[in-house]
């Protein structure tokens, strides 16, 4: 309130009156002055409010992603601990270290060739997959031809039928 008063034009008290009409309007400008900022007061309440709020929610997930951290790199730590003395009571470091480096060259050279020989036998795949797509095209055709022949076939023997038929009614005729 002390800011908006202190905005408000003030009349001095030594020098020259100001009339009542201009005293009014300065009294009335200052009523309105105060009342737009009364009203920009709660937004600003609010505002700062969110943000208070914003700032608690962060700080209370800040908070629970530390602990969260926390935890685990205690876990971490543990089954760090927990590994080293497995490797140390199985061999020292020295020869498990040339053992895993032994190993990872042997399953590096596996996985090469595995890759390899998977990749023959897609292409291999793809190779009798395209032979037997070719084959079933082959067969459809000769199924055509075959179903084609077929049909020339009967109509032959219906016509070789009617033509012996025909030869037998023709000699009985002759007769």
Do not use: H, W
């Not at 929610?57 to 969260?68: F, G, P, V, Y």
């Not at 927990?82 to 020292?92: F, I, K």
């Not at 077929?150 to 009614?169: F, G, I, N, W």
């Amino acid at each position: 309130m002390f800011i908006l008063l202190s905005r408000c034009p003030r009349s001095p008290l030594i020098g020259t009156l100001s009339t009542e009409s201009e005293r009014y309007d300065q009294l009335l400008a200052c009523l309105n002055t105060s009342r737009s900022s009364t009203n920009t007061l709660p937004k600003l309440d609010q505002a700062v409010s969110d943000t208070l709020e914003e700032q608690a929610r962060t700080n209370q997930e800040i908070s629970t992603l530390e602990m969260r951290i926390v935890n685990l790199t205690e876990d971490n730590k543990r089954l760090k601990e927990e590994l080293t003395a497995t490797r140390r009571s199985l061999l020292d470091f020295g020869e498990l270290k040339s053992l895993v480096a032994s190993v990872d060259r042997r399953t590096e050279d596996e996985v090469r060739f595995l890759r390899v020989k998977l990749n023959v036998a897609v292409e291999e795949a793809r190779t009798k997959t395209d032979e037997l797509s070719q084959v079933r095209l082959q067969l459809e055709r000769l199924r055509g031809i075959n179903a084609k022949l077929v049909a020339e076939r009967d109509v032959a023997l219906e016509r070789s039928a009617k033509a012996e038929e025909l030869a037998a009614t023709q000699a009985d005729e002759a007769e």
